[in-house]
């Protein structure tokens, strides 16, 4: 059973201005899809269990290492640009 919908419409909503042969071409395509949703739809699902993916997954978390952190006066050493211990960038906002 085809599905009607006005693409005309749907476009001037989604404030999209399409030509004529854009609008036949995205009808057409609007069709199909929601053709096969409603063969979707008529699938026997009643015994089906719902999920939210089709396979079984686990979280694969790392576990939490204690690293020392790199000395600053290194690191801020190698930078283009510093003032008090920071990273001097250029301003890019309006303000004080």
């Known amino acids: 059973m085809p599905v009607e919908i ?9 404030r999209i201005a399409l030509s004529d ?5 995205y009808g057409a395509q609007l069709g199909v899809i ?4 409603e ?9 089906v269990e719902p999920t939210s993916h089709p396979l079984p997954l686990v979280n694969a978390f790392r576990p939490d290492e204690v690293w ?4 600053r006066d ?3 050493s190698q930078a283009p640009d510093t003032v ?13």
Request: glycine share 4%.
């Open 68 to 71: 020392p952190s790199l000395d």
């Open 39 to 47: 063969r979707v739809q008529a699938l026997p699902t009643d015994d």
């Open 6 to 14: 006005d693409i005309a419409k749907v476009a001037a909503l989604a």
């Open 84 to 96: 008090d211990g920071y990273y001097r960038v250029p301003q890019i906002l309006d303000g004080p």
């Open 74 to 76: 290194d690191v801020l």
């Open 34 to 37: 929601l053709e096969h949703a």
């Open 21 to 25: 042969e854009e609008l036949a071409a």
